[in-house]
């Protein structure tokens, strides 16, 4: 497959993914994600992008990804560890530490590839990065690309997606619900007091008459 062909299906698999990406359900949108559904859509009816567009492509995209998050972040970074950024970042390396904990113990209890974990692994979380450095890792070690890695993403991705939007629709729900409640039982407290101090200044007009 040429080069200009290669950036056609580039093209349109990313203008559809952003316009897809404007639509909403229920008031919810996943965004950039449909360029990956439409990008395994393409590919599922034998679009195929020639090798190294392809390679410039993921270590591009992987670049810009990672500087955006950068400049997002990076005006706060520093200023962060004075008010519990330590404590956060400690608490992030528990997490990935337990996701590596578990993707071996998956591995050995499925007999899965660890190729294949580790793409599922970062499909999961939805961790871009993680699967550029795991292919990274991969090829410097071996010499070779694994097919696997990248098949474990796009199949954990779309689940990881979902499960983050529901995680997140359960915590407000959670924490609105308690806010609920809160606010009825101050409100609650409230009118007893207002009862109290009636009936006090009832019988306090009684003393007096």
């Known amino acids: 497959m040429n080069i200009a062909f290669s950036i056609i299906i580039l093209s349109l698999v990313i203008a559809l993914g952003k316009i897809l990406g404007t639509t909403k359900f229920r008031k919810i949108s996943i965004g950039g994600t449909w ?8 590919s599922h009816f034998g679009y ?6 392809l390679h ?22 520093f200023s962060s560890f004075a008010a519990g ?15 590596v904990i578990v993707t071996i113990a998956l591995t050995r209890i499925t007999g899965t590839p660890i190729e294949t974990m580790v793409g599922i692994m970062s499909g999961a979380v939805t961790n871009t990065p993680g699967l550029g450095a795991a292919q990274q890792a991969y090829t410097d070690v071996h010499g070779t690309g694994a097919g696997q890695i990248a098949l474990g993403y796009a199949v954990a ?17 959670f924490f609105n619900n ?6 009825s039982s101050e409100e609650k407290a409230s009118n007893e007091d207002k009862k109290t101090q009636v009936k006090s200044g009832e019988e ?5 008459f």
């Open 157 to 173: 991705y779309p689940l990881g997606v979902i499960g983050c939007i529901l995680s997140m629709l359960a915590i407000k729900s």
């Open 48 to 53: 195929r992008l020639d090798p190294q567009v």
């Open 178 to 183: 308690k806010a609920l409640a809160s606010a």
């Open 204 to 208: 306090n007009g009684r003393g007096n």
């Open 35 to 42: 360029i990956l559904f439409v990008g395994i859509v393409f």
């Open 56 to 77: 410039f492509m993921k270590e591009f995209g992987l670049i810009l990804f990672v500087y955006s998050i950068g400049m997002q972040v990076g005006p706060s970074f």
């Open 85 to 99: 950024g330590l404590k956060l970042n400690a608490l992030a390396s528990i997490i990935v530490g337990l996701a």
